[in-house]
């Protein structure tokens, strides 16, 4: 029997050497290698500037800060989703909007998106699902559409004149559509390096944004410093320079920064990542070569006008239901393969309950979850774990129907 982990990491001695360099250094906090690894993530997605922090989370819920999102706001989000998502726009005191998946679909219905909308909404926070981006021309003409209702509270909200749009990109980094990255078109996008991630700093996140939205670069890129560092007016590395130790606090901030032995490793796992997207690219054509056959249902990955970052692999077993699905979870397992689940409509956690939502009322997003399961994908996945990975769902799948 082999044994099939969902999502470890993919580390070399490349990054051991790297992070070993950054704790002789003498330099462990945000420092220099935080900066570069800043400056090789901006340069990778083709924007002015990147930012750095310990997670993507941090990158959502400072965005939402910086474009001034509080209380008697709404922001608008997918119902099918892990739970960062919708959790910022509560860290922030808005209200949280839900809009249910199209049927069949694992994102947003764009007509209900467009129906959710209210002079109250100040951002949508879009799901980039498995590391494929959502329908932006969609989102952009409904958000041009609503332009009417969109009421400016500050500054920056009247740079834009209409909805933020929020990338929730976590899986997306290194997607494509119609010949732009993941964080080309959104107006504001985050990326996750968490240890399941394609690429991973153990914990860590970054935020881009378009070049071309009349923003301030330095403006921004100073507002992340300020809100991830306390408020403080230099961070430690700039403290540290001769004699230059006085700092202002602008006001009470947050401690969200990222080090430099985790911007030592991603600068090692980003040198590596279009190795590994060619590697997870091999490794889906191969299942869907294999599942195909079995009448499973697959995510796409890759169509006409748009290639995914390969993240997950998303299936769906048409006709049966939670129990049945759980039950080939069981049955995998126990053939030494880990699967996970994405995702649980958050309106079906207690956390969402509480705040009165209630799953009945996203139908679609339940359908997605009631048969969906996530088989193993990664870059140390060799092609025979691939095949037999396929071969016990084949089995798993014929058990079922016995029964």
Not at 26 to 48: D, L, S
Not at 49 to 67: M, P
Not at 96 to 111: G, K, Q
Request: glycine fraction near 6%.
């Amino acid at each position: 029997m082999r044994l099939i982990s969902f999502s470890p990491p993919d580390v070399t001695d490349k990054e051991v050497i790297e992070v070993s360099k950054a704790l002789k250094s003498g330099w462990i906090t945000t420092g220099p290698r935080t900066k570069e690894f800043e400056q090789k993530i901006a340069e990778y997605v083709g924007v002015n500037k990147a930012v750095c922090l310990n997670s993507a989370t941090s990158a959502l819920e400072l965005t939402l800060r910086i474009l001034g999102v509080s209380s008697g706001d709404e922001v608008i989000t997918s119902s099918y989703t892990y739970t960062a998502s919708a959790s910022v726009i509560d860290h922030v005191g808005a209200k949280i909007v839900f809009v249910d998946t199209a049927p069949d679909s694992y994102e947003m219905d764009y007509n209900k998106l467009a129906d959710a909308v209210t002079e109250k909404t100040k951002a949508i926070i879009s799901v980039d699902i498995a590391g494929r981006m959502c329908d932006y021309e969609r989102i952009f003409k409904i958000v041009e559409k609503k332009k009417n209702l969109f009421q400016a509270d500050n500054k920056i909200q009247k740079i834009f004149g209409r909805i933020t749009v929020v990338a929730d990109a976590a899986h997306a980094l290194g997607a494509e559509q119609k010949g732009k990255k993941a964080g080309q078109i959104a107006d504001f996008t985050t990326f996750s390096f968490h240890a399941v991630k394609n690429i991973t700093t153990a914990e860590g996140g970054a935020v881009v944004w378009k070049n071309d939205i009349g923003l301030d670069d330095e403006w921004v890129y100073k507002q992340f410093m300020l809100y991830s560092l306390h408020g403080q007016s230099k961070d430690a590395f700039a403290k540290s320079q001769k004699g230059a130790w006085e700092y202002d606090i602008i006001y009470p901030a947050y401690k969200y920064n990222m080090t430099d032995i985790l911007a030592s490793f991603g600068l090692v796992q980003l040198s590596r990542y279009p190795e590994l997207l060619k590697r997870r690219r091999q490794l889906i054509q191969l299942y869907n070569e294999r599942i195909l056959p079995l009448g499973v249902e697959i995510f796409e990955h890759s169509g006409k006008d748009f290639t995914s970052s390969g993240h997950l692999y998303l299936i769906r077993i048409p006709g049966i239901d939670v129990e049945q699905r759980n039950q080939i979870i069981v049955k995998l397992a126990e053939e030494g393969i880990a699967t996970n689940v994405h995702y649980k409509p958050l309106p079906m956690f207690t956390a969402y309950k509480e705040l009165g939502f209630c799953i009945e009322d996203y139908p679609n997003a339940y359908a997605q979850y009631r048969n969906e399961i996530t088989l193993p994908l990664h870059t140390l996945l060799c092609d025979e774990d691939v095949v037999y990975v396929c071969s016990k769902l084949e089995k798993a799948l014929e058990s079922l129907t016995c029964r």
